[in-house]
């Protein structure tokens, strides 16, 4: 480890107590993506102490700030994630919200302030011959559609996700590479995985549409789209034989609203989903036969059916120059032994979206315990949850932007970078071949939308 290294990760340690602090007040005040007001705010006010530059507030609760090197050959963004998850038994959840760090969003946000610190207390910026950006990004889960199709259509937004909004409105487009690191939970041993893939996946919301009858006087009057939203989750079970084990399909439909009164047969019934994959066409091909199980089920009920499908993430590829880096830095602070290479991450992320933009880099960290997006979710070695990740950002940002910012020079290389209409053009494609496939009947019966 190089003197500049040493002299991050020991102002790392120094600051030990402010980073746990900090990640602990986000997890007692967990807010849901473009509702981070607060988390926000804290972000910002950190910023302002640390002597960050060109602030500004994107995708409405983003933050974004800038320590400038001694040259700006390169910018390397080091990003840590606003937003909480809805988890409403969770022991911090949020009572008015449901709302909960039960992914280990604050611990990013620590980290990645605790890596801006240890930068600029120590001068270590002033050494390197590249810009660091420090963005503290929202919205990465994708949760609250309605909330969000609302905002777009206020014009607030244009994406569903916080990094796709980012790219949409050009705040990555001065950045050459990004940086960030991500919880692992129930890890089998201590240890840090680079390189591994996430899945993709297209998300959906679904309305049945019936006829309302008395449902114990006359219920042969009505047509019952609670009904065809049970068969539609039949229907759709039953392709999973169909669905290719190396694809990693993955089809988790909940419905969220049944009906209106119990003793009326069910008129408008909603429901949500995920289609997921880890390939775009394999998720193209799992959606067609999801919607298809839709529409056929509404047609045997009598029923209509709305589909509705949107972008949710690509999925995530990882630059391969950069993960060579933070393995020999994983390496160096935990050992070769506790550094795994190319384990699947089994989520899926809006680093994906990025990913495809400009080379992108996700390892996850262990120190977390519970299941993801649970109750039991919970930080068992904070010195793994939090100290590690800050330091292997350090770290990475060094390597990447000393030395005439050669290394960074050598991943812009290796990857071409894609504009924000490139990118809307992919998942303009992606929706499209969704929408063709019709099932045979009279037109009343299909009254899907998209």
Known sequence: MNELKKAACAAIDANRDRILSIGEDILHHPELGYKEKRTGELVEREFRK?????????????????ARGRSHSASVALIGELDAVLSPSHPFA??????????????QIAAMLGCAQALISTGIINQLDGDVCFFATPAEEYVE??????????????????KQELISEGAFDDIDM???????????????????NAMGFIGKTIRFIGKEAHAGGAPEKGINALNAAALAIMAINSQRETFRDCDSVRVHPIITKGG???????????????????????MQGANRKVNRAIRGAS??????SEINDMAGYLPLRQSHALTDLAAANAAELIGEDHVFHGLPFAGSTDMGDLGYVIPVIQPTVSGFSGAAHSCEFTISNPEYAYIIPAKLMAMTAIDLLEQGAAKASEVKQSFKRKSSAEYRAVWENILHASINEKIPGPS???????
Not at 299 to 304: D, L, N
């Open 50 to 66: 640390l002597g960050l530059v060109s602030i500004t507030r994107p995708a409405l609760t983003g933050v974004k700030g800038w």
């Open 94 to 107: 949020e009572p008015s919200t449901g709302a909960a760090h039960a992914c280990g969003h604050n611990t």
């Open 145 to 162: 559609l309605a909330y969000r199709q609302e905002l777009i259509h206020e014009g607030k937004i244009s994406w569903l996700g916080g």
């Open 178 to 196: 990004a940086v960030m690191t991500h919880s692992e939970t129930d890890s089998p041993v201590p240890r840090i995985v680079v390189g591994g």
């Open 260 to 282: 209106d009164l119990v003793n009326i047969v069910p008129a408008d019934v909603r429901m949500e989903s995920y289609v997921r994959a880890n390939t775009v066409e394999a």
């Open 299 to 304: 047609y045997a009920i009598g029923a209509q």
């Open 444 to 450: 009343s019966q299909n009254g899907e939308t998209h």
